[in-house]
T-cell receptor, first 115, second 115 residues
Framework: GAGVSQTPSNKVTEKGKYVELRCDPI?????LYWYRQSLGQGPEFLIY????????DSGLPNDRFFAVRPEGSVSTLKIQRTERGDSAVYLC?????????????FGPGTRLTVT | AQKVTQAQTEISVVEKEDVTLDCVYE???????LFWYKQPPSGELVFLIR??????QNEISGRYSWNFQKSTSSFNFTITASQVVDSAVYFC????????????FGKGTKLSVKP
């Protein structure tokens, strides 16, 4: 079946602009995660959704970052007043949350470049 | 606090050599899960293996094998008879039981297999 998809694959924006990054999880996966991967680093957790609600947003770096998942499927990560330090690959992952913790399936990521 | 350390930043081998990627983790939890992911140049994280803290049996899957030792808090990954297609960044990750499943990643080891 279809995997996790993310759009756009690449986004270049100017400092101070607003951006939205989209994630389409695997159908039926109620758990959804956003991670940020800076160059040469491992992914770092940003936010976790269980259904429509953000169950854990402790990884969001500041209030410029916000994410929604209004219908419990597609999620959008929103970044206001972008800064050069926001440049990274933003990864989305989903998993079936019906049982114990299992592997998360990752999308290809969105590479964000803030100039 | 949980932490994953991958001390090897980059490894370069010649095809058909065996190579071991090291992973050391820190956690105070008694129940947790360990993972290995592969990130090829395309960027998508590919799940390789999951291990829970109560299962210290080593596992072999084709040319891949994993050695989990709680006594040394290590979860090392060995590729036997490496191939050029194994070239990628490999991440070790940790999830503690009872969490929301947020993966805690190491910084990754970049493996280059030369023909």
């Amino acid at each position: 079946g279809a995997g996790v998809s993310q759009t756009p694959s690449n986004k270049v924006t100017e400092k101070g602009k607003y951006v939205e990054l989209r994630c389409d999880p695997i159908s039926g996966h109620t758990a959804l995660y956003w991670y940020r991967q800076s160059l040469g680093q491992g992914p770092e957790f940003l936010i976790y959704f269980q259904g429509t609600g953000a169950a854990d947003d402790s990884g969001l770096p500041n209030d410029r970052f916000f994410a929604v998942r209004p219908e419990g499927s597609v999620s959008t990560l929103k970044i206001q007043r972008t800064e050069r330090g926001d440049s990274a690959v933003y990864l989305c992952a989903s998993r079936y949350a019906g049982t114990a913790i299992y592997e998360q399936y990752f999308g290809p990521g969105t590479r964000l470049t803030v100039t | 606090a949980q932490k994953v350390t991958q001390a090897q930043t980059e490894i370069s081998v010649v095809e058909k050599e065996d190579v071991t990627l090291d992973c050391v983790y820190e956690t105070r939890d008694t129940t947790y899960y360990l993972f290995w992911y592969k990130q090829p140049p395309s960027g998508e994280l590919v799940f390789l293996i999951r291990r829970n803290s109560f299962d210290e049996q080593n596992e072999i899957s084709g040319r891949y094998s994993w050695n989990f030792q709680k006594s040394t808090s290590s979860f090392n990954f060995t590729i036997t008879a490496s191939q050029v297609v194994d070239s990628a960044v490999y991440f070790c990750a940790l999830v503690r039981e009872g969490s929301q499943g947020n993966l805690i990643f190491g910084k990754g080891t970049k493996l280059s297999v030369k023909p």
